[in-house]
């Protein structure tokens, strides 16, 4: 199996309030198709490292590569772009933004990504909606949804590029029983079928424990893979 | 890629309207305002500029009797190294207030590049004899065609015409408010005296009015050739040269060089209405500064809605830039809506401006005879309304800038993680 993520020795410091060695000399691989929980105790700087390797935080020392592309030292509108390209999000609230229907929230970044022309986006986003069983929903404004619904539209926006990563940042933590099930099956489907990698930082053993594989982290430093 | 940005910027301005609407009234009462001003301002000082300029010549020649009494002609006589010679109470002798050689200057001033009109002039102190009473006034002997040409006397005529002049003998044209006086009419004779105690009967051939009291009130023309008989001077005699120019804006530099030429006095239209030109001056410098004032007052508003939307708007810059919108994006949206409340807020301040000016136009001026108005002044230039759009959108575009930058430069991990 190909290698899609590397992280060289990642440091990274707090300065506020005072200078604080979050993460010490990381140094892992993720291969393709992986499923992977980050596990640890708050603080331990799973959250941290994961918007490390999201390129939304360039603020570290080491090197990290996705898809064979070195990040570090990018600038901030080429990551840009890569995110929109490579990287899916799924935070543990939806963060959908409130004015647009589902559907519209689905295809945002398939429209700035620009590589298929608007009904095509429309289809995809539709696709992607029926996937996670949420196409009766595709017109309702967003705001109007329920926390579970809105959650399988967060992810069939993380969906809509096709990403060679999708990121979890507790994508489950604020879902009751039934729905944090659907939600894990879900993406492990995604990663045993379609390929792609998932990262997902969690606070739930029981999530952990049925991913493929488990990073636990403690202090800034990686003390199980 | 600019599509989006603008899909999700026409998303963000029509889920607010109302506050939407409010931003836009602000650039539209700050542009209609200006407008209303502008206009009106421009109007009264084009309608005093005209008034005050039909009124006075470009330039004005005339002989500034001298009364320097430093000098006396015993010095010429009496040896001033070794006494001093004391006159007391000297009065003027021999002195005329004419212009030697008047032909001569008019037909040199007429050989200047900018020259329209030189209308050589002899006015006198008279009094206007209407029964008992006398009104005192000022009688201008004139070519009343060359007159015509500076004042645009034919323009202001309120009875008869101004070639009636030349046809009849002994013709008057009497000031509105003079003729009401007098209670003289067209075909009325009038008789009038000159300080010399000498007297002549005119007849009525036409009423004019300037728009301006002191000046319709006493004045009255008639031909040179009769001034010089009601004075008894020869027909070489003129007090005054009037001059209009094609370019009144140089009035100044050629009247200093007439001065000089000729070893007259010659004072150009600023000179004679310095005070005027000072009041039109302050209130174009008001219609500026309260113009400025309103149209920034628009800025603020935008600029405190715009950082209003984006403080509700951190979660959703957020969530973007995770979904890989760059900073030029973030930027572009937000610009993009304040653009949009500039854009149409101006357009409306336009309409409104337009509509209030005409409001203003259209209210006639209260009556007064004095005055040759009907409504209120108020001008519709095209640069004006250019001119308000360009600052509306220009203001709106600095208002929007400096919130839209701080959008773009917004940290995403730090709201992402709470």
């Not at chain 1, 592309?69 to 543990?92: C, D, P, S, W, Y």
């Not at chain 1, 739930?204 to 493929?212: G, I, L, T, Y």
Request: with cysteine; aromatic share 8%; charged share 20%.
């Amino acid at each position: 199996m190909e290698t899609v993520l590397k992280a060289k020795k990642v440091n990274k410091y707090f300065y506020e309030p005072e200078e604080f060695h979050v993460l010490k000399d990381i140094s892992f691989e993720v291969r393709k198709g992986e499923f992977l929980s980050l596990i640890g105790k708050s603080g331990c700087g799973k959250s941290t490292l994961l918007y490390l390797l999201s390129t939304m935080d360039t603020d570290y020392k080491g090197e990290i590569e996705i898809n064979g592309m070195r990040l570090t030292g990018l600038k901030q509108k080429q990551l840009a772009a890569f995110r929109n390209e490579h990287i899916g999000f799924v935070f543990q609230f939806h963060f959908l933004l409130p004015e647009f229907s589902a559907l519209k929230n689905v295809m945002l970044p398939a429209e700035k990504l620009n590589r298929y022309s608007k009904s095509e986006i429309k289809d995809r986003a539709y696709e992607k909606l029926k996937m996670l069983d949420m196409q009766d929903f595709a017109m309702k404004q967003s705001s109007k949804l329920s926390g579970g619904q809105a959650q399988r539209v967060a992810i069939a926006r993380a969906l809509i590029n096709d990403p060679t990563i999708i990121m979890g940042d507790e994508p489950t933590g604020n879902l009751d029983t039934a729905n944090t099930q659907i939600v894990f099956d879900i993406l492990k489907d995604l990663a045993s079928s379609k390929g792609q990698t998932i990262i997902a930082v969690t606070h739930d053993p029981e999530f952990a424990q049925k991913s493929d594989r488990i990073i636990e982290m403690k202090d800034g430093e990686i003390i199980k893979q | 890629m600019i599509g989006v940005n603008l899909e999700i910027a026409r998303t963000h301005l029509l889920a607010k309207k109302r506050q939407t609407l409010v931003a836009m009234m602000g650039v539209t009462f700050g542009i209609g305002m200006y407008l209303l001003m502008i206009s009106f301002m421009n109007g009264f000082n084009e309608y005093l500029e005209d008034t005050l300029l039909s009124s006075t010549p470009d330039i004005h020649i005339y002989n500034d009797i001298k009364t320097d009494y430093t000098h006396s002609i015993l010095d010429q006589v009496s040896d001033t190294t070794r006494m001093l010679n004391i006159v007391h109470h000297p009065k003027p002798k021999d002195v005329t207030p004419n212009i030697r050689n008047p032909k001569q200057i008019v037909s040199d001033i007429k050989t200047f590049d900018n020259i329209l009109a030189v209308s050589p002039q002899l006015s006198s102190q008279v009094f206007y004899n209407n029964g008992p009473v006398q009104l005192p006034g000022s009688l201008n002997g004139v070519n009343i065609m060359e007159e015509a040409k500076l004042t645009n006397l034919q323009d202001k005529m309120k009875t008869g015409a101004i070639e009636d002049l030349m046809k009849v003998d002994n013709g008057i044209l009497l000031g509105h408010g003079l003729a009401t006086k007098l209670n003289a009419s067209v075909g009325d004779l009038v008789t009038l005296a000159s300080p010399q105690g000498t007297s002549m009967s005119f007849r009525v051939v036409g009423t004019f009015q300037f728009g301006i009291g002191s000046l319709d009130n006493v004045r009255s023309y008639v031909s040179l050739k009769n001034v010089q008989q009601l004075l008894g001077k020869d027909n070489q005699y003129v007090t005054d040269i009037n001059i209009k120019m094609k370019d009144y804006t140089k009035a100044k530099e050629l009247a200093a060089v007439f001065a000089r030429k000729y070893g007259y006095k010659a004072d150009d239209w600023q000179v004679a209405n310095a005070s005027a030109m000072v009041s039109i001056a302050i209130r174009n410098m008001m219609t500026i500064v309260i113009s400025f004032t309103l149209l920034v007052v628009a800025g603020f508003g935008i600029y405190n809605i715009m950082n209003m939307t984006i403080q509700n708007k951190l979660k959703d810059i957020a969530i973007l830039k995770a979904e890989g919108f760059a900073g030029g994006d973030i930027i572009q949206i937000f610009l993009f809506q304040s653009l949009t409340i500039g854009l149409f807020g101006a357009l409306l301040g336009l309409i409104l401006g337009y509509a209030m000016s005409y409001g203003v136009w259209s209210l006639p001026f209260p009556k007064n005879e004095y005055m040759s108005i009907t409504h209120f002044p108020v001008t519709f230039h095209v640069r004006h309304y250019v001119f308000g759009v360009v600052f509306g959108m220009l203001t709106t575009l600095i208002a929007g800038l400096m919130p839209s930058l701080k959008a773009g430069k917004i940290d995403p991990v730090a709201i992402l993680r709470g």
